[in-house]
């Protein structure tokens, strides 16, 4: 491509909003414009760098046997009501009615399209196992679509969905596309982690996320010092503590304790270490047509996690209260405690089960209760792991140490069973000639995600900085002064050697100045520039390296074999 005719709209500015480098070099590079809130055009520098992650995935697919389809992005809302998660999605699903009526949504993610697909055509397990996918744009309605391309209302995923007659093939296949996806993120150039995560609104059980590793990432992982444990913080485990504070023993007994409303406060009013604290975290609970109140209780040393409270409480959202909602069913923040449970429904972390020498709220205007033993609640009480991981907790699968990282969600992958097979009645022979709902897994990897992930770890000050699998073009060749007829002759010359050997070249033939031209070339980050410069003269040219910024002076008769060499 010459540059002279190729569209790269490049802007010394970013947009307003633009925080992460990538949203700021792909907007200032020309690779995307904003259309509106989550809404981006792709330019042709930003279609080349898709293009080449979808051969990645098409090829890493083709090797586990999955097939590649298309599917309607406008999905029958009906589909969705038949498996229930119109609700579940909510406001995220964007719908809408044609003239005649017909409610329809366009399609967020297709599990319910699969099935239907699937439901009916293949009937017999002797056609079972079956990878489907498709890389397809979506669409959600985000709450705070942000970040470029890494949180954006419509964007490319690629989402696969596998079909099985026994959970034994599921687990099968789950192993066989984590190891694609393994592959298609190496062979992107990314540094990650795959983590266990939490299922969210799709459900099931089995569920790992890849994570792209970067300061910028919105997710938490806790990660172990010693082994390979990794899981968002969402879903992240620990084993019991190695050690435990000296307890406070004390007979029970109801205490005056004014103006001690926070933790901290507590555990300094009696010298006691928050672990023998109880916290309560009030929230309002939402369900399909109604919500509550629900007081969540945690250690004093622990925070409540808030998508294993969703989990427990089987709610669509989880909302904070006011003083006054709480007020309404008689408590105070500072003081409330799980001992009376009628107030409100409850739900008590697991590692509080059984717990003992505690100091608790009373439920009353400046009390605390201490010398709790909780065990009184074992049979009445509702207990659910709800309490989330800290740094320096005890791995669940060793003795090794939790610490925190931050990643970004690229892939998502999970054995779904017959979360949605059952609903959507999508059902097979199996050898007895019994109807079985299919076992089902679902593969998503977040194709526009992963551009932005790709800058998100490889830039610098100056720019982008491509991945060899991802460069939108690999070898830029800079003609530093249009009007010297040898080095125009030198660079076409190299610019038709190197297209020939099929490298993706651009040839910079623009009547601009060196130093515009080369900072354009670094923000773009084209892996390597050639310069064809003043030392052409002495039958030099220069590579320079946009991962070192380095220079290296080459022969001029030896740069296509040096360049060769390097890509
Ligand atoms: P997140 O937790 O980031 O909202 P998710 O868990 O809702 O993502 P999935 O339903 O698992 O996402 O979708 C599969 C993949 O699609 C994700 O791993 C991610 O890479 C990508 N993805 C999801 N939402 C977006 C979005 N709004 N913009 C860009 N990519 C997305
Ligand atoms: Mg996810």
Redesign the pocket.
Known sequence: MRRSRAFIPTSKEAPSDAQLPSHIFLSRAGFITQVAA?LYNYLPLAKRVIKKIENIVNEEMVKVGAQEVELSFVTPADLWAESGRIEKFGKELLRFKDRKNNLFVLG??HEEMMVDLVRNRVTSYKNLPLNLYQIKT?F?D?AR?RFG?????E?I?K?GYSFHATTEDLDREFDAMEAAYKKILTRLGLDFRVVEADS???GGSGSK??MVLADSG??TIAVCSKCEYGANIEAAKRSARATIPEAPEAEFNKFLTPDTKTIDELAEFFKVDPYYTVKCVAKRVIYEDESEIVLFFVRGCDNLQEVKALNATEALDIVDVTEEELAEIGLKPGFIGPLDQDKAKHVIDSDLKGAKNLICGANEDDYHFIGVDLSVLDDVAYFAEIAEVNEGDICPHCDGELSFTKGI????IFKLGTTYSKPLKAEFLDENGKSQPFIMGTY???V???VASVIEQHHDESGCIWTKATAPYMVNIMISNIKDEAQVAAGEALYEQLQGAGVEVMLDDRKERFGFKMKDAELIGFPYTIVVGKELVNGEVQIFERATKTKTAVKADEIFEKIMERI
């Open positions: 989550g967020p993610t979506k959600r985000e679509p391309l890494m949180r954006g209302r964007f995923m989402d969210g609104a799709i996320e890849l919105e997710d969600e690229v892939g998502h998503g990897m977040g526009s995600r992963l």
